[in-house]
């Protein structure tokens, strides 16, 4: 892109930002800059992405390598929203790390994706990104609940059960309501909504069939992330009675 083609570009997100920050402020939800910060870091950190795609990425060492850095970031974001519970950063770690491997293993394995760099890069990037925001939703909604109902808790404590017994329930919602958002989406796929992967390998010149296919392969694995990262998560951290605290975020 040129620089006359990139200044539009820019003037057009700053609009959009700017638009998101009136909108927060008038509505005094207090998010403060965050979203003027998150969009200069995705500039950045896509930018980065775009050149490594160009030319970098060209031995299997390199895609793990990047992998791992994905990872490793999406860990830490996951943990710093976890910090409200005792041991709630550690499971969110546990959560975003096993839920990811373990199913790009599986895709790997089963020979759902191409072994190409840019295929297996994009279904770790949307894999790791899912399990990470999971692990957020399930964590904060868990630590949440058990404020409220702390009470429900301490019953069974009483009673002498142990502290995972004690916090079933609520643990099991805080799971199922991580969890909707994508099965939602997955739901009304093609109908609702087209997602990034399918319009990706559209934009790239792939076939519509195999675009679709892709874009099943990303769902079905999005889910089983989802799934064992939002449960490793809450399992870890519901193995101890302490009620959770108020966290900063």
Known sequence: MTLTEVLPFLAGIAVLVALTIVILRIAEVGLGW???????????????????????????WSVAAFIGLMLT??????????????????????GVVIGTLVTIGLVLVLGLV?????????????????????ATLSMRRFASDLRSG?????????????????????????VREALLPNLDQTK????????????????AGAPPLEAAQFQIVVLAAIMLAGAITAVVATQFASGVALKPVEVEQ
């Open 114 to 134: 191409d072994l190409r760099f840019e295929r297996v890069i994009a279904i770790a990037g949307i894999v790791s990104g899912n399990s990470m925001t999971v």
């Open 73 to 94: 970031t999406a860990s830490v974001t996951s943990l710093r929203r976890a910090r409200a519970l005792p041991r709630g950063p550690l499971g969110a770690v546990l």
């Open 188 to 203: 009304n796929t093609g109908l609702v909504t087209l997602p990034g992967a399918f319009v990706g390998a559209l934009f």
């Open 34 to 60: 965050l979203p003027v910060v998150a969009i200069l870091r995705a500039v950045v950190q896509l930018t980065l992405v775009a050149l490594l795609l160009a030319g970098a990425l060209n031995a299997w």
């Open 150 to 174: 702390w009470g429900e808790v301490e019953a069974w404590l009483a009673l002498g059960a142990p502290p995972r017994r004690a916090n079933r329930r609520l643990r099991q919602t805080a």
